[in-house]
């Protein structure tokens, strides 16, 4: 469809783009990003015949660009630039019929039937039918930017050039645009070039992406090939992190701003054990994955909570009832990771450990009246007891995904140890427990000071937190086990 | 079929529009040509006229006299005002349009300038050329007009080859306070000429006769015919010179064509008439609140409507405190600034609401 040969062009003596070479096939939905300044907006004039090229072919439908006539470029090409200006009061539908103007011959320039036929339906097609007459002073941003769309798309072009055609609108205003777009090009074979200032957006709409540096292609791949933190940082000069999106498999950056983090630690002594709840408060909230009642997944919070209820607690909406109670203890259920347990929490095991600069505080509460031997688990009916075993793991330091994960297999292992050494059964099956059957797991960190990429079992952390789950669980549960007068 | 409807009432609005401003032509001249220290009935005026055209008896009632009068004096004035009218509100549509300014007139780029200097300078020095006698003012005009539209246009041409629309203003505006500062010179050298050419400065279109209009009519004819094929294109490039070039506009030879034919009328009109204003400013702009800014429409509309219109100002101007003319200057002020204010303050509160 278009086919762009080492083309440069500039103005007077500057070049502004180099040496730039791509082709864009019939129906694709084809990304230019760059920086300021990169060269985004001259490539797409230079495509679209407004700027001269200096080095170059262009060859647009199998016949060179230079062959073209303005009327026969324009019903081939059609332009929708970041905004339109517009001096006067048109109505929508007077703007949208300029589009038919390459289409009109004669010295009069009839309007006919099939014009209007094909304005009627585009105006349909992108839902501006009901604006028909209104002006364009009556109509918002979003709607000015669809009515040139519709002006464009009159223009039955077989390429679409956009310039950042969704730069002044809102969230919902973009994605209708850009859906709008994807369906032409996916149903009408509609080819699109576009430039993008937003990366995840070009991410999630382009089928492939032109990457732009100080006027060279730096990057012309797949969504995925193209936006790579190491490249982008290098274009761009600032600092992203790439991570998929949640439900399309197209990748998303998010910035970091470059602020000052505040430096704190979390200490043993910050531990606030109550009969009724042990909790912990940070000013600052901390990266923290869990599979608590409130807080699941990855998230920041700021305060977690481990309550105690009544071994028959007994609850429909548990989710809802523990909401409840963090608010009326005065926790912000949506900055709070809640736990409960049925152990007594005076029983609990607190260990601080430090090596260097490094330091984890490891809380662990223990009731063992389930305890389930995961590899005979088949033997078990499913219904929920209140024993448990909650395990929290405070890191005074930077982790990576990686190393959260890697932290709660070297608890879970530390801690079926502990169970192993304390001999506790499985009722049901009569061997050795793991654990129990509604254990749960926190780990939090500050995400500053030492960067740890991992936590395996023999790496630094990985040794702090075996030490410190082991030694916690062996004490809890013989707390639990001088309690209740077990023995072995 | 709510569509079918809407295009139907936009077309029984084009109907009404045209119609509108045919017959407000048409009351004008009537009137025009009525309306004087004799007075002239219409029935008499459209027995002159028919006796003209085509021959036929004047009735009794009508006065050889009055056949005089509405043939010699008044007609050739009032059609020269309409001609004049016409040309001013025609270029200053097409004017508004290209510049993508509503504040535009013929008057921006310099031309009106160029054409009174040339004029300024006939009468300041008296110069009657031999085979031109009282025609050489106008023809000196109209040619000093067009030289200023062309060193306008090469002189942008120079400073950017791509001849922007800003380029081009900006030029104007030099060369228009350029020329005027000249024009001033002049008046503050000149003695007895100066009420002279003060007088034609203010505009006027008093004591012509048939001549000017024959020498008005070419250039309007050509002007006229170049601009109202235009209206599509004017349409695109309103909407910024780059957007005219997406939609397929040939930018560079329809804007030079354009440019060139609203100069002509223009620096004709300055050149029988003086530099009146108002009418090039106003009159586009009043249409287009009224009927809406599609080129295709607004210039014939601004056309017909330009020219009753200063035909009024021009039964005005010389009846108000008559036996002494106004400037047509002052009075298209004087009646259009009104109301044109009334209607932008109906159409505000109409929006609003």
């Known amino acids: 469809m278009l086919k762009v040969e080492n ?121 501006i039918s009901h604006l028909a007459n209104k002006s364009l002073h009556e109509i918002s941003g979003g709607e000015k930017q669809r009515v040139f769309l519709a002006q464009a798309l009159a223009q039955q072009p077989k390429l679409l050039l956009l310039d950042e055609p969704t730069n002044h609108l809102d969230i919902s205003h973009q994605k209708n645009l850009l859906d709008t777009l994807k369906w032409w090009s996916k149903s009408c074979g509609l080819t699109v070039v576009s430039i993008f200032h937003d990366l995840n957006l070009a991410s999630l709409y382009c089928d492939r992406i032109l990457l732009l540096s100080n006027g ?62 042990i909790s912990l408060s940070t000013n600052v909230p901390l ?37 409840q109670f963090l608010i009326d203890h005065q926790f912000h259920p949506k900055e709070t990771v809640g736990m409960m347990t049925a152990a007594k929490l005076e029983d609990v095991a607190i260990e601080e450990i430090k090596e260097d600069k490094l330091s984890i505080v490891v809380v662990v509460t223990a009731g063992v009246s389930n305890a389930v031997d995961a590899s005979k688990s088949y033997a078990h009916e499913l219904h929920f007891h209140a024993g448990t075993i909650n395990t929290w793991i405070f890191i005074n330091g930077s982790l990576t995904d990686e190393a959260y994960i890697q932290a709660i297999m070297t608890a879970t292992e530390a801690k079926t140890k502990a169970m192993h050494d304390e001999k506790i059964m499985d009722k049901v099956t009569k061997t050795i427990a793991t654990g129990t059957s509604t254990d749960s797991i926190l780990v939090a ?40 007068d077990i023995h072995d | 079929m709510r569509n079918i ?42 027995d002159v006229f028919s006796h003209a055209l085509f021959q036929t008896e004047l009735s009794e009632k009508t006065e050889p006299m009055m056949m005089n009068i509405v043939l010699d004096i008044r007609l050739p004035r009032v059609l020269l005002a309409g001609l004049v009218g016409a040309s001013l509100a025609l270029a200053g549509a097409a004017f508004q349009g290209l510049l993508q300014n509503p504040l535009a007139d013929p008057y921006t780029l310099g031309i009106s300038s160029g054409a009174s200097l040339g004029a300024v300078f006939v009468l300041f020095f008296g110069i009657r050329l031999p085979i031109f006698g009282f025609m050489t003012l106008p023809l000196i005009s109209i040619l000093t007009g067009f030289l200023t539209i062309l060193s306008v246009i090469i002189f942008s041409r120079f400073v950017e080859r791509s001849m922007k629309m800003e380029t081009i203003i900006l030029t104007g505006i030099i060369m228009s306070s350029f020329l005027g500062s000249i024009i001033s010179l002049m008046i503050a050298l000149t003695g007895e000429e100066l009420r002279q050419i003060i007088n034609w400065l203010l505009g006027s279109v008093s004591m012509r006769g048939w001549e000017y209009i024959s020498l008005f009519l070419p250039f309007f004819i050509v002007g006229t015919l170049m601009l109202l094929l235009q209206g599509n294109e004017l349409n695109a490039l309103s909407f910024g010179e780059e957007k005219a070039h997406y939609l397929g506009v040939d930018v560079r030879r329809k804007k030079l064509s354009i440019l060139i034919a609203a100069s002509i009328l223009t620096g004709a009109a300055v050149a029988v008439s003086g530099t009146i204003g108002f009418v090039g400013l106003v009159i586009p702009h009043l249409n287009r609140l009224i009927w809406g800014p599609d080129h295709r429409d607004l210039l014939p509309l601004s056309l017909i409507f330009g020219a009753g219109f200063l035909i009024l100002a021009d039964l005005v101007a010389r009846t108000i405190i008559s036996p002494t003319e106004l400037p047509i200057g002052v009075i298209t002020a004087l009646i259009g600034a009104p109301i044109f204010a009334f209607i932008l303050v109906r159409q505000r509160i109409e929006r609003r609401g």
């Open chain 1, 287 to 323: 990266k923290t994955l869990s599979s608590a009642v409130i807080g699941a997944g990855f998230g920041w919070y700021k305060t977690f909570v481990n309550r105690h209820v009544s071994k028959d607690y007994h609850c429909d909406d548990v989710e809802k009832e523990m909401t």
């Open chain 1, 216 to 277: 060279k292609v730096k990057a012309l791949d797949q969504p995925n090939h193209v936006v790579e933190e190491e490249v982008i940082k290098q274009v761009y000069e600032a600092t992203i992190k790439k991570q998929p999106h949640p439900e399309l498999p197209r990748p998303q950056v998010m910035l970091s701003p470059s602020e000052q983090k505040e430096e704190f630690l979390i200490r043993k002594e910050d531990i606030n054990v109550t009969k009724e709840m």
């Open chain 1, 7 to 127: 083309v440069s062009a500039g103005y007077q003596d500057v070049s502004i783009i180099e040496n730039i070479s791509f082709q864009v096939k019939e129906g694709e939905l084809f990304g230019i990003l760059g920086p300021n300044g990169s060269g985004k907006t001259t490539l797409l004039k230079v495509i679209s015949g407004v700027i001269p090229r200096s080095e170059g072919t262009i060859i647009l439908d199998n016949k060179p660009l230079s062959s073209y006539s303005p009327k026969r470029l324009a019903q081939k090409v059609a332009v929708l630039p970041q905004m339109t200006t517009h001096a006067f009061d048109y109505t929508v539908k007077e703007t949208v019929s300029l589009g038919r103007y390459p289409f009109q011959k004669g010295l009069f320039k009839q309007w006919t039937n099939q014009d209007e036929e094909i304005v009627q339906e585009i105006m349909k097609q992108t839902s």
């Open chain 2, 5 to 46: 409807s809407i295009q139907r009432s936009s077309r029984i609005n084009r109907t009404i529009a045209y119609l509108f401003v045919t017959t407000f032509f048409v009351l004008s001249l009537l009137v025009g040509v009525s309306i004087g220290t004799l007075h002239i009935p219409i029935s008499s005026i459209l």
């Open chain 1, 445 to 484: 960190a500050t995400q500053h000071g030492e960067n740890i990429p991992y936590a395996g079992t023999i790496t630094k952390l990985g040794k702090m937190i075996a030490k410190g789950v082991y030694e916690c669980t062996i004490e809890a549960i013989q707390t639990y086990k001088k309690r209740w």
